[in-house]
């Protein structure tokens, strides 16, 4: 029997929270939530998010997530909790564990079927946490006789299965004493079944020996695992050329000799899907085989040339080995990976020729996205964190050249506009010691705007980069090129720190530096916005926004070669 | 056997929703949208509501169903609808119809389970629209076998039972041809069962002859059955004392020499209390007993006394009469209401003394809520629409006077903060005759800010009274007076039309004068205030701004008293 201690139900949330790895709890404060608020509030080392909403809250625990390993927000009852659903999908679609902590009525009114204020009115407490189970890893409502299990389920799931989880907290239990497990959290995953991982490792290392043009291709599942280590491992131990997907471009460093690009099907350039069709191994790990990251279904490949490595299961070409996880699995394949098949990297490009780049941008004065993505790379300093919204604004970034140790954030599966504007407040609030950029739409900044507002509030210093195309260009593109439904109102985008941001109130006791407003302006030229981003670049401790004017139809080759695939 | 035609599935949705009253959709385009929105676009009598996102669009579609008698919102599959939830839970709990169109993936993707963008990638094409049947009267995922009938059975079950409906129309059957029945849509309720509300009748006319102190107390249900012209007769045939609820305050001419204020337990003023209680029969009808319609459960009355008349039953003192609804009983009331029983109205200032009114300001430069709603209703033309907020804003309106066929929009149920900006949109836009008032906080204001800019889109013309007291003043009153976490952040309220507006793009083709911007101003007296407020009522056909620089900690009366019996 393992050691217990008491403490009470809502000391041993926060407890949790902060040994996951968590020292901010984004969210919105409502009269159900206030008791947990005060013990947030109290604790010096952790930060409240003080969202303006809480989608918004959801999304940028979301952001915080995939910067940190796990991220947390707090809302309350039926009012709060709902307007996060569409965040708390994502997350789940996205393999983002995120806590989602609800503020409930008091036990007593839950077990009279009072009818309150943020209920249905008709006494059922249990249809918002049903209406959560079904896009969570784990959900509870708490009372005081299963708190300390649930607490403890719920994010250890969360973070195991790398989903969301849902825990209600009665508004009157929150200081409520239980005894709980006094050990660590344990959310390993469960070993692999020895015998047939012994099977599918005897048949990698054979394919493996046998193969004349062997490839890795690295997506998602590889970053979700959190096992970027062990692909540079595996990348170094074989030489092999490696590629990435849509999904996954911050996975491997661009600057290895052995690095070819990024694969997305039909949408690829041209030389990068060559090279992948013409491989007669591909060690395929981590795969996300959605629409968007595969050129809407337009991989091609070969069942017989690959393995998958997955998260539950490998696949050696035909043969599928259940329940051998890519986490246990991988780690052996490095260390019996035979040596005779190793390939020189400085080879590569001898056979292979130059790898594949993004075409250079004929000169001109109008900004364009090709323009714009060949000059970022530029820009981007080593261990940016770089969030792009859904559009166009993240196909043109699929073959961008990174710069060692990014973070790239997009929601290539979930794809809900207006994400990226709190998920840059999270991202960026989770590591200060990273520049972060963020590259949005006008269309999808016009949803979750007000997270502006609280970029100024915790003194987080982005680089905000706004495409005004005067619409949802994505949605023309695909159709209705001239209807009016795709048209948006027009706003000052560019004042966006004047109006949210009357008197700062910094909330940083994290940030390391004095916090200004730097850059806030409109560009029309490439030479304006060449001069605002040398401005911004030198100013690390403050905020900017430029608004980049766009053509109207203007977009990146990416995002045509997409469109063109797509079955809408 | 009726007659059937034929017709496409996107264009009976159409028909029908046009059918019910409908003539604006709101919402938010996508691109599985999109092909239904071509048809919408092409109809000369709709129009597309064009919000900044969908949660807003959801409010505004309840606020327009509260002025038109049902709603509409358009949005896309996972990403758009959920976005949608809060909304859609709170018309649930207040009984407002609102048709949820959902745009969602093709038959074939969804039959194929593909891992398509917006959804959770596991193929399961159920997860939302079961989310969504735990909180709307009925939901539909439409196939070209089942169109026909759902449509019709979502959208009267909707507007019968006055509870929102889902419907999800797979992209590539929206211009799929299918037969529909072609008479108009029954949403009629079941008739009472006619020995049991006899029974009822004879028990209600007795205790209505044997009353000495007899009175009348109307609720929201009334509205919800769109009553009020049967409450009218009643009050007219009985001369009976009428007294109103927080949530229906709107429901009676306040005009009327037997109307004697809002009941709400002991959050009333202390003589309409005093009255309510010394009555000894109580009409109760459509009572809804939230928290905070009846001051916080405390209502204190005698059920001997309580002549109950429901939606679903109707209740005389202890006995239930199932299934008797008030709309086919209260006209056989008012039939056959005795005429010895009747009270001269004249007569009731003689015996109750003069009615109820919210004190006397104490004179003052600086605005403080209790001013304000004094000042307020020597402004509000009849027919106006007030829309007040959740918080010490709709607080402050329970005991406020109202002109003649006003209509009042607030959530005292549901209680949803930031609610009010899109409700405010969908009603200024669901009747342009009338002139229309917000009412709203600085906090609240925060989470759906991007409606101004919607606003401006369609050329209402609001009058937006926005109270700045520098934070969740509610939450502070309740709880964590000092609390960090009930700050929020000062923004530039008074500059949101500049911000949100730059280029207007009126699409006002239902406007009936040109659009201009008239009064934005920040307001720190009551000299100022009053000088806006006239300038702003001579201009109907423009849109205004006033912020209220109030007292941090200024509450109205009615906020303190229901604060006093809150259990949180």
Redesign the interface.
Known sequence: MSATKKTTIGLHVLARLKEVGIDTVFG?????N??F??L??DDKDLT?G?N????NASYAADGYARVKGAGALLTTF??GE??A??GI??S??EMIPVIHLVGTP?TT?IAQG????????NGDFS??V??FS??TAASAHLTPNNAARQIDFVISESLRRRRPGYIGIP?DIVNTEITVDAGKLDYSIPRNPQDTQEAALKDIIRAIQQAKNPIILADACVLRNNMKKELAELVKVSGFPVYVAPMSIDVVDHGLPSYRGCYSGSSSLDQVKKEVLSADLILELGS?????NTGG?TYGLDTSKIIEFHTFATKVFYSTYEKVSMQELLPLVIKHFPSSAKIDPASIERSLGPRARRADTPPGEVIVQDYFWNKMTEYFPERSIIVTETGTANLGAFNVDLPKDCIFISQ???????YTVPATLGAAVADRSRRTFLVVGDGSF?????EI??M??HGVCPIILLFNNDG?L??KL???RD??????????YA??F????????V?HQRATHPFQVGVHAKLESRKDFEKAMDQAMAQPDHIHFLELILPPFDAPQEALKQIAS???
Do not use: C
């Not at 919105?28 to 159900?32: A, L």
């Not at 290539?412 to 207006?418: D, P, R, T």
């Open positions: 919105v404060p409502g009269d159900y206030l008791k608020l005060d947030l509030d409240w003080n303006a909403n809480e989608l039926g009012v709902l307007s659903t569409n999908a994502g789940y679609a008091s009114s009072a009818v309150l204020h943020h209920s249905l009115g249809v918002f049903n209406m079904q896009i508004s996300e085989q959605t629409d968007v279904f290539l599966l979930w794809g809900s506009i207006g016009q949803l979750t705007v007000q507002s609280s100024l509030h949802y994505i949605e695909i159709h209705g209807r009016k439904y795709n048209d948006i109102q027009m706003w000052e004042e966006s004047k109006y949210f941001g009357k008197d700062i109130k909330n797509y079955d809408g």
